[in-house]
């Protein structure tokens, strides 16, 4: 009964939050098509699947430009078998707002699409936030970045894509397969957002200090130098995973090849967690986003 309560209430905080995009585009704020994207898993290569997606549509009938969401990751099994599509009602909204069309895979290891965990990075803590394990963050990140890449492929034979005008972006596991994805310059990607991105943290057993982010650090530094596609990061000063100085440090890492990229530190999110930046802190985003997408000529 707890639990359930503190879902409404979470869901119920969530929407208030972006109640300020609600005007004129109510209509929009319909549940997801499901479809099925193809797939190959890589530890069972043999055994083609499929990725189940749901597409938000904007009114109208296209082509629109796309925005493929990337969702996050819970350390716990249980959870990530709950993982299911994001409320129309929350940013999917700002989204098609602006007329972009959004496609949310739910990638392998979750969710109704199930299947092995392909993202595990090995890191575990122990009840005294003691960090075991040697991390893989670019395993993990590479594996979920496949799965964005299967999307790709998908949306670019859609009669209601454009092709050309592709934006990545995801929260906290998604963010950083966002980083990992354009790294590889896809096809149509245009730019790419990174709210909260990164992996093996814990707010709970190890608030502000995470896992392996020396690591994290050094891949960052990676996949700065082969990425030319503009990107916009942002985390809050509140996130409980990551803190305030280690994104900014990995994002240091990242420009220093010069690509372009900007960051932005948010104000704390009131009363939650920052690293929910993208669902409880729309207010903090949406001026930074508005300004990077005009950049862009969306």
Known sequence: MVAAFVRLAFFVASSLALGAFASGVRAADLPPTVAR????VASEPDAPASMVAGVFLPPGDGPFPVLIYSHGRSSMEADRARTS??????HIRYWRSKGFAVVAPIRPGYGPTGGPDEEDSGVRYDIFGNCWGEPEFARSAAAAAAAI???LR?????????ATRIVLAGASMGGLASVASAASNP??????INFSGGTGGS???RPEHSCGSETMEGLMSAYGRSTHVPNLWLYAQNDSYWGASWP???HHAYERTG????FVMTAPVAGADGHLLLVRGSRLWAEHVDRFLGELRF
């Open 259 to 262: 690509n372009p990229t900007e």
């Open 149 to 151: 890449d299967a999307a």
């Open 187 to 192: 096809q149509g990607v245009v730019a790419y």
């Open 248 to 250: 900014r440090a990995w």
């Open 203 to 205: 707010g709970e057993r």
């Open 154 to 162: 998908w949306v670019r034979a859609q009669s209601w894509a454009d």
């Open 37 to 40: 994207i193809p797939f190959v």
């Open 85 to 90: 599509f994001p409320d129309p009602r929350g």
